[in-house]
Each structure stands twice: as C-alpha cells, then as structure tokens.
C-alpha cells in the first residue's frame, strides 16, 4: 500500500464548477498535512497546509480527519488557471529525521 | 518568500558521463535540503536528505555511489549523477528546509536530465 494515495483523476471539469479531492495516509504518526499545486514541467508550490479545524482560502477549502487518516481539498467556482495537477503532501519527523512523502497527483482540467 | 535556484535547469549528456546539479537557497540559510526525482506522470520520489556538513541520507533503493551529494555550505547542495544512464533521465528537483517547521519548505525550479 502507498503511504499516500490520492484519486487517480483526470477531472475533466467545466469553469464554475466545484471539484473535490481526497487523499488517505497509512503513517498514523504523520504530523503536518499539505496541498501543493504542480504545473507541466515546473517545480510544486505550496498551495495550503490542512489542518484538522479545515481551512479556507478563497475558493479552495481543506480539510484533515486524522482519525480516518484522510485529506481533502475542495476548489469552488473553478477557473481555467486552476488547471493543474494536486499533490497531497504528508511529512512526519522520526528519529531519522524530517520526511515529506508525495501522493502522485490528482491532475485537473478546467475548461470553458 | 523564500527562493531556491537550481543549475543547469536542462542538461543533455551522453551516456556514461557524469552530471553536477547545483541547488542553492538565495535568502536563507538551509541546513537541511532534500533531493527528490519525478518520472512523467509519477510523483515526486525523496531521493535523499542532504544535511550540511554531514553525510547525506538516502532513500531506500537509491545508491549512494551514483548519485554523490555534497552540503558543503549552509546555501549549495549538489548532486552529481555518475556514469549516467539512459534511465538516469528524470526531473530532478532539489528543496531548502527553512528553520521553523514543517511548512517551511522551500523548492528549485527543477533540472530536466536527459541522458542520450
């Protein structure tokens, strides 16, 4: 089983539409949650840390449920430059140190 | 926010030489940066935790004797790929760990290896 597994995807969706992403996580001892956003060819960036209270910003909401071990990520009234593909994140720190593991992606297309 | 550069950001070799990837943090001091590699349509895989002044931690799976990483300062790691191979030709991206927490992780542009 992977350490982080996300809806395999494509989402094909229309602009204005409300999508939603989950993600579950087996290392129970994992401490801090993140989305990160990652265009073709470049670099992921931090789109949100999730914590178990949810947050929100703008149109994009996360959320954590620690005892089901699971992450979403809701985009409201989607634009065409949310088009991208969404990497949960799960880091934990050990005794060998500070680890991040990537789930492999949900990508995501908005057209008009 | 914080900045991390990579060097070269595409490189194209020939099999069997031996390829330097530089990963710097511009504005801050990263005493611990981590290298990770991603094949199309795959997520991004932890290669190592480079820490500086101290021997690199590897995932793992991936040798130590390829893939050479030196922390020598608190703002360069570098990764060399030795003797690549075809199957050496990735994404490779490096990020700087800033002091604070967890969230406070920071990455590189990305350097496309392509090994001929």
């Known amino acids: 089983r992977k350490e982080v597994e996300q809806d395999p995807g494509p989402f094909n969706v229309p602009e204005g539409a409300t999508v939603a992403f989950n993600c579950t996580y087996s290392?129970?001892?994992?401490?801090?949650f993140f989305w990160y956003r990652q265009d073709c060819r470049k670099e992921p960036k931090l789109l949100m840390s999730?914590?178990?209270s949810g947050n929100e910003d703008g149109r994009f909401t996360a959320q954590l449920n620690r005892a089901s071990q699971y992450i979403s990520l809701l985009i409201r009234d989607s634009k065409l430059s949310d088009s991208a593909t969404y990497l949960c994140?799960?880091?934990?720190?050990?005794?060998?140190?500070?680890?991040?593991?990537f789930g492999a992606g949900t990508r995501l297309f908005v057209k008009a | 926010g914080a900045v991390v550069s990579q060097h070269p950001s595409r490189v194209i070799c020939k099999s069997g030489t031996s390829v330097k990837i530089e990963c710097r943090s511009l504005d801050f001091q990263a005493t611990t940066m981590f290298w990770y590699r991603q094949f199309p349509k795959q997520s991004l895989m932890l290669m190592a935790t480079?820490?500086?002044?101290?021997?690199?931690?590897?995932e793992q799976g991936v040798e130590k004797d390829k893939f050479l990483i030196n922390h020598a300062s608190l703002t360069l790691s570098t990764l060399t790929v030795t003797s690549a191979h075809p199957e050496d030709s990735s994404f490779y991206i490096c990020s700087a760990l800033l002091a604070g927490g967890p969230d406070m992780q920071f990455f590189g542009p990305g350097t496309r290896l392509t090994v001929l």
């Open positions: 994140v799960v880091t934990s720190l050990n005794t060998g140190g500070f680890k991040t593991i």
């Open positions: 290392n129970s001892a994992s401490q801090s």
């Open positions: 999730v914590y178990s």
């Open positions: 480079s820490n500086e002044g101290s021997k690199a931690t590897y």
